[in-house]
């Protein structure tokens, strides 16, 4: 019979509560939960699906103190041991995937087969980086002198502290503790208060193959600026992880400056997605429709801003629209549900501002634009999957990360303005373009301002390959080689012989 994740987390745990009904944090190798806990709900329907510990700056500081006196022996630790418990992982990652998706859907509402790829793509970050761990190479640099040699050796930047969203629940996670683990550095993560359960089970994969106790810690809670104020000023945490949005990023990063300690930041996005006159409509509405409203638009990737050349945005916009208007929202445990819901009351909110701004100052609603209450809906956040036309620049949606299942539509007619069009936000995470002409191709990938740009290629993500934005979008690249380097120091040798 299948596991069913997070009962049996209760049973292996050392408690320190009266109510072994709260889920625990990780902290210095043992399981402990607070006196009292938060709740957690399935977005879909309302109902709890548990306590959870609520931590504390106070639970934060010993997870600090764990993490600090575990770095002496684990970062002089070989990078093949590391690599090997980085496989272990990611084989026990594969084994529960079934479970762990299931955990994913009930706890944030995604569809499970998204659920399930969003599995296996946090899986692929253990595996890279059970590889790349063992690439940490350095370098030998000729020197200008006949009696001096330089070498560079790459060393682990000391604690990282991380702080994880609640849209990709699993995947930012491994994104930022495989890499660190491999460098030879330790970890105290702190989750998004939606989705404590998915890092609970994280860490118990860690934990089972092989981390030994106080190098990866965990603290949930729902308080999360006391916690985060810890990581920002204590001084023996080396590096700061975030993902989340653009202002509590920018927070952090102040708080985190006095102590000049690095910081990484995987922030919010608008992407534009411009589909030229020579592209094929069609196959363009096909990929809008699919890379919009993946987790119900909740992505940081999500097109924010559709572009269309005016020759065939009729085409183009039929296609799109139909193809959303048969996407069906619901518990996405249920039977070919698109559309999970939205976080939370304050998300659905803010879609359905955006879109009766945008309808109060002239665009169409081509299809959806409300939210979803019918029958079993009701209990959940859900917003009708919506196609919206005549979008301008003075209306909220061409200026905000929507975060929501609104795809908005603005045609375009000179293709050297609508690069400019595409610029014109302070953010700069992803992009993509459709086009058959290789020229405009490299043009619009050498002129974007973005990290990430997609081109005829709606998923222009892998592990192997950097993440990250530009300008409001972020500092620093996830996966890939550059994944790796964010979390060493370079240290350089100069010898005289
Ligand atoms: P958020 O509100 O910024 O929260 C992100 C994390 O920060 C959560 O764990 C949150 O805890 C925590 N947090 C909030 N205030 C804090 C504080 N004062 N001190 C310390 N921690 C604090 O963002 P979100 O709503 O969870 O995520 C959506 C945003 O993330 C979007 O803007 C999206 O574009 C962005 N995102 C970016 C990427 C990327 O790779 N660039 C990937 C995914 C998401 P609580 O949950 O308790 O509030």
């Not at 810690?217 to 308080?223: G, K």
């Amino acid at each position: 019979m299948a596991r069913v994740l997070f009962t049996p987390v209760f049973q292996s745990v050392k408690n320190m509560s009266a109510d072994s009904t709260i889920a625990p944090m990780l902290i210095n190798g043992e399981w402990l939960s607070t006196h009292a806990g938060f709740p957690v709900v399935n977005p879909a329907n309302g109902e709890q699906l548990a306590l959870v510990s609520d931590g504390t700056a106070d639970e934060a500081l010993s997870a600090v103190d764990a993490a600090h006196a575990a770095f002496a022996s684990w970062s002089v630790t070989t990078c093949h041991h590391r690599s090997a418990i980085l496989y272990r992982a990611w084989e026990l990652m594969l084994a529960r995937k079934a479970e762990l998706a299931d955990l994913m859907t009930r706890e944030q509402g995604k569809p499970l087969r998204a659920a399930t790829n969003e599995v296996q793509y946090a899986a692929d970050f253990l595996l890279w980086f059970a590889e790349e761990a063992k690439r940490m190479y350095g370098e030998s640099i000729p020197s200008a002198r006949g009696d001096q040699r330089f070498i560079v050796h790459h060393h682990p930047v000391g604690v990282v502290a991380a702080i994880t969203p609640w849209n990709y629940p699993v995947s930012m996670i491994t994104r930022k503790v495989a890499p660190a683990l491999a460098a030879g550095c330790t970890v105290v993560l702190k989750p998004a208060e939606a989705t404590p359960l998915c890092a609970v089970e994280v860490f118990r994969i860690l934990e089972e193959a092989g981390v030994p106790a106080g190098v990866i810690n965990l603290v949930t809670t729902a308080s999360p600026a006391p916690v985060g104020k810890v990581f920002c000023e204590d001084e023996r945490i080396k590096k700061l992880t975030f993902t989340g949005s653009t202002p509590v990023g920018r927070k952090l990063s102040a708080e985190a400056a006095p102590s000049l300690k690095r910081v990484s930041m995987e922030l919010g996005g608008h992407a534009p997605f411009i589909v030229y006159p020579d592209a094929d409509p069609v196959h363009a509405a096909k990929g809008a429709a699919l890379v919009k409203f993946l987790n119900t638009g909740q992505a940081c990737i999500c097109p924010n801003r559709i572009f269309v050349h005016r020759n065939i945005a009729t085409e183009f916009v039929e296609t799109l629209a139909s193809r959303v208007s048969k996407m069906k929202a619901g518990d996405g445990r249920g039977e070919g549900i698109a559309i999970g819901p939205l976080v939370n009351e304050a998300a659905l909110h803010k879609v359905d501002k955006q879109v009766a701004d945008a309808r109060d100052k002239g665009a169409e609603i081509v299809c959806g634009g409300q939210p979803l209450t019918d029958g079993n809906l009701a209990q959940g956040h859900f917003y009708a999957p919506t196609v919206l036309t005549g979008v301008r620049e003075d209306m909220l949606i061409y200026r905000e990360e929507t975060f929501g299942p609104v795809a908005p539509v603005v045609v375009f007619d000179d293709e050297d303005d609508v690069i400019a069009m595409a610029n014109d936000t302070h953010y700069g995470l992803a992009a993509y373009v459709y086009t058959n002409n290789l020229s405009t191709a490299m043009r619009a990938f050498e002129q974007l301002r973005f990290g990430i740009i997609g081109i005829n290629d709606i998923n222009p993500t892998s592990a192997s390959a950097p993440f990250g934005g530009m300008n409001h979008s972020g500092l620093g690249r996830e996966g890939a080689r550059e994944g790796l380097l964010e979390y060493l120091e370079t240290k350089l040798g100069g010898f005289s012989i």
